[in-house]
């Protein structure tokens, strides 16, 4: 009888577990991936720290802190850019070539040294009236999480690497294009943007590779990390779908686990901080070599560089149809290594809005490309203005109706 009785309690405890056990799956069928294992494997990592080693309010309240701002966010097309020390004037000079050419409404989301906000917003708000309102823009503080603000600070130049944090920050932004200062839009953005319909499903970002001949590449000779393709990506010009870059889990080489944006960051710096060489770019060509099927490539006239010419014209697209987004880095539009871009810039900059582009803007450019003919670049300088001229026509047009 008693060993009876054994058999019946031992199978009603087995029962009793067994129901435990099903109720259990069933929440975790319900909580789907939300919550994975962390690297360490203790387990969800819900009300744990973030890749900046904060709590997410600790961290969503230090950031999200626009200082000025248009009122209501613009229904269009989204840009972000990052400016810090004397990068003002260049900042501006950018704005100013996306609002001349655009044709749907823009939101700029500028983030900047608290002492440059007065003059962003004194200028942006006169523009404004010049163009009755076709754009609204916000500016905030750099901020980084606090924890380890002093290593993102660091990295590469000044405030460079902020831009890592932008899906995180602008979440009420479903896309985005980001670019560097040193950027000068050709062609309406509304193109650019427009790749965002090509996207295909595993797709989050856009970006353009970092040269278009290997024998030239940087990564492909120098790198001591992983990168993305055979010569990696620049991230001047960066397109995003921030609401696929903050729902994915992503590939890497610190664990099987596959982690979301927030909790890869600071981990894949930590493990090749002494083998980076430019920074928040590289940590990107890190995620994009481990994660290919998650990046669109776009041809390099959309990230025309002084690499694409001053050793000799390697960028095809160019040549047959000129640049559509001309990148000044290496500080050539303030130095006179390269004419060709200053001449650009320089153009850009002095156009007065409402003038003439074509006899304003146009001619006296084309004037002084004529003198940068003893360089590589200036020797194509007609790949500078091929585009350019059918978007000045075309914002002609529009000044002549209105």
Known sequence: MRRYLRVVLLCSALAFFVILYVFNEIAKAED??????????????????????????RYEAKTWNPVNSSKKLSSGMHLAVVTCGQRLEETLTMLKSAILFSQKPLHFHIFAEDELHTKFNSTLEIWKAAFHQRFNHTIYPITFPAETAAIWKKLFKPCASQRLFLPLILKEVDSLLYVDTDILFLRPM????????????????????????????????FARHPYYGKTGINSGVMLMNMTRIRKKYFKNDMTSVRLKWEDLLLPLFKKYKLNITWGDQDLLNIIFHQNPESLFIFPCQWNYRPDHCMYGSNC???????????????GVYHDGKQPAFRAVYEAIKSYPFGENPIRSLLQPLQNELQKTTNTYCGRIHQVFTMQLLKSLRTLQDKISRT
């Open 32 to 57: 789907g991936v939300r919550d994975p294992p962390t690297p360490d494997g203790r387990g969800p990592a819900r009300g744990r720290s973030r890749a900046g080693g904060l709590p997410p309010s």
């Open 190 to 221: 509304d193109d650019i943007w427009a790749f965002l319909e090509d996207f295909n499903h595993t797709q989050i970002a856009g970006m353009a590779p970092e040269h278009e001949e290997p024998r030239i590449g940087w990564y492909n000779r």
């Open 316 to 330: 095809k697209a160019a040549e047959d149809e000129g640049i559509f987004v001309l990148h000044g880095n290496r």
